[in-house]
């Protein structure tokens, strides 16, 4: 898989997403080969609650010429060179008024930083601060040949698999940011990839996958769906900077024990050695919507190293070298755990709740008794005694101190001899 | 007291218990001297729950004989040497033949195992594995003179304290084990003299004494006795290894603060050093049966080395050695703290609640005030404060830190005085 | 304010204050002159509850003669030299009756005690252990001319300062203690000051201080309005033991998270580095009474160094050279901080709860999105995500940590711009 993974993003890097733009409609197109994407372009202007969705924004080309004519920035070279969503512009200006357009790093000399501007109109150049200081004395031609269209539109895609039932598991992740590798195209890949290993399933589950612009592609999409998701979501995480070799970061849903929290924090507990938990804060990437006080969604995020928490980011320095395509691979089976531990986190009722069933007689206890009862027997009673309808499986999992995977198993054992069965679910 | 525990060992220790049989009566017999027993014969055969009772089980003799005669194996000697429910095998058989009927523990080479085959036909013998070693070739005289008889039954007991109320206290042991002193006699024996010291006290709990064979006795108690537990049992104890030099360990019941666990959680924090407390696991002795979830009774195990925590666990070694009793009326002791703190175990009311009563016009205060309120004074105004009709004498107890025996005293000065009362108790 | 704390702690000072008498009513007077009081006269054998109002006492002089005819002590240079409530006694008695009189420190030898006998009628004088061994046989005179007047009266005093509303915040403090300045005059001193600052603010809640003698005047003004308080009260502190230079100590209310607890816990935790939380007990000032289980108000008290902490206390070391102004005024600022963060308590409702609200088109965000987003937007993105009515101020500070000073100014912020309103408060 980890080659696969590693072709898409080859293909998905060099394109310069934004909030909307040809770009976007491009990478998801791509991703179009992977997922059974519903693709839909809201137009400009159209309001959601607090917003309007911007212009389309579309670059033909940018670069800066020195006061000799040769082009020193260009926008083919990098596309994070341009401010997003910078406006048009073509002159001939000095130095000096230049620089009033030009964004740096100056502690981080040889990063070309990833700067926006969507709401206000103005244009800018991202260059390396080193390249700053090299800058002569002179006039400099600069050009923009971008445009803003208020007839256009903001490209957004989602993804259903239906499950037997309609209580719903989203996954949520963002094409907005040019070429930025561990934040940006991590979370896409592994989304794509978790909707292929799903998608040939029989779920309990219905998933729902979303590839939004952030902030105000998740906005729009809560202006549509944000009451179908409060009535039906079971549990949901935001996907992202989840590519690099990082121990997992784990953000809480801002209800706190919510599904998806006890889901993912039992894997980790369970599978990993380090690992971050950290309750929910405000801020961050599109749990801020999905937590907002009106839908309180219990939506988590799982990371590996999260953003603001590595050096390159919202910087050139996030580019391949950061990431690694066996860590992705891997991200992507612990989201396949903790998916496969909700599929599983049922309530069991004990057939034989009183006293101890015989388990001689069915074959599931030595004949003889001696010193020690047999290892295997130990989730089997867990089960039976927890199995009262008011524990499902994490909760046994997590008072018993039992992998999951065991209990799992255990479970389908003790259905196949009829002392156990699954408790219907409440909706 | 510590002379007639004795006695009473000694007396026990040599008999040939197990799930039913003649010493399982003989062993009631001699327990009916201390406590006044109600012994009933359940059939072979008769049903409870998933379970029947097995046939009863009998042993003449049973021993084997070296190729020169001479008995090498002989049950008379130690009823261990029988592996337990053995059916009848009269015949001469080689020494591979017989070792797929001896059973040894390599790791503890001079201990002879405690093997039991209740519910598949078999027959055994244990031996230490250094006469395992020392088995010469050729033929051996195989005797097992035992009986199964369908129509037999098993032996239970049970007794009864009744106190003011018909709230209930019980207190389980098992009659089981042949020739074994912690895991077992300690048990019966600790159970017995607690009788003997309640009996002839004005208790307002009702006492229910309860000596039958671990697991399938208790399953049969709990298939006539369960309902009537269920509505009136405040808590319950497995009185089991209780009999060592071990700190306490107290296993929490499966509801893990139910009144058994807070009084006796109380106790040893004010009255031990070091002591465990582990939660309810669905392993162990009868608790298993008393806390399955058709149940769920307040019944926890106060005991001293756990079953499975010492080495000499069912083998030859849990012997007359490894126990002490000066320990066993030490555990008598503090299962009757126990039980004298859940008596005492009242909700006050303070008749005078608003602000302080005039604790010097009754004598209850210092007429001086000075730098320092007396200390005996502690007590007195945390039970006064308190004593709102929510808390009990536990919650007191926690929340002050005061000792419990002397918040005891203090509550009975104040009833004396006309200030506090005792609230009717919820049913 | 220093200056002034320190002017009116030296008119104070000399003064015998106790439960009753011309001291108490001449100590109000000078307090009239910072507070608006409301002076109540009680009359002796007044009942309130289970306690009378005792007899007023005054001395006019009280001194021991010498067999020389020198006076060696003499209530006219330090009121502690004589028992509270000594009745009246003239006479000559040899030195080993007198002795029997005589209440020294024998560890404190330089210090005299402070020592009172309100419901046993007895007298006598209280003297340095050093004096004690000094005196020489012989005969002395002893003079107490006091009077113990059952149609006297015991003076009270409150004052109010109306709020917006009728919920009330209690400031309690005692003035029954002769020349002790950290136990006693420091709550007077502090309590008045703080009705000064607050007086002329408008204020939500209602405030009452109460300046009564401890224990029995406390009493009395629950019996008169207990009832109302247990509607009304909101939050309420016991000053006392708040002049010296010692940290913060939090004394909880029994109910231990009472609004009174939630916010001094707050502002300690916030603003200073060392300080001590205590779980309520029932011993120590009037909280006994407030928080007896009748009442069972929510009043907890905020000191400095605690009564019964420091070695001077209820002695003559507790004097002026114990306490410091520049603390007490530190002490009147940290409790007007609690009262200012009650005032602002209030729970918010984001008016715009789905999704985040567009700060930018409101001035309230960066207009260019780079590496960071900017330190200031923190406080409020948690004040609208937690802002549904559910928290309040105090709740959104600790899950958020920022200070709570900064959570009001910007909540004031976001409310004048529309995006946040003020929950009505429940009655």
Redesign the interface.
Known sequence: MTRELENYFDRLCPICRSLTGNGNRETLKILSEIVDLNITEIPSGTAC???NIPPEWNVKEAWIKDPKGNIVVDFKNNNLHL??YSIPFKGRISLSELKSHL?T?PEQPDLI????????E?WGFCITHNQLLSLQEGEYEVCIDSSLDTNGSMTIADALIKGQTDAEILLSTYICHPSLANNELSGPLVSSFLYRSLKTRKLRYTYRFVFVPE?IG??YY??KY?EHLKKKLGAGFVVTTIGDNGTFTYKRS?RGNSLADKAVELVLKQQEKDYTIEDF???GSDE??Y??????LPVGSLMRTRY?NYKE???SGDNKKIISFDAMQKSIETYLDVLNLMEANLKYI?K???????L??RGLYS???????PDH??PM??L?????GTNDLIDIAN??NIPYKQLIDVAELLISKDLLEIKDQEQ
């Open positions: 609650f607090d917003w401010v997003g964004y790093l930083p990833y700067i926006t501007s969507y709401y206000k103005r902030t998740t906005i809560l202006s944000g801002r804060y405000p801020q801020r919507q937590c907002s006080p009106g839908f309180n603001w980011y919202h910087t004990n034989m709740p009183f006293c101890e069933p015989q001689g007689k004949t003889i008794g001696s010193k020690k009862s027997l130990t009673m867990w039976l005694n927890l199995a009262d008072r018993s």
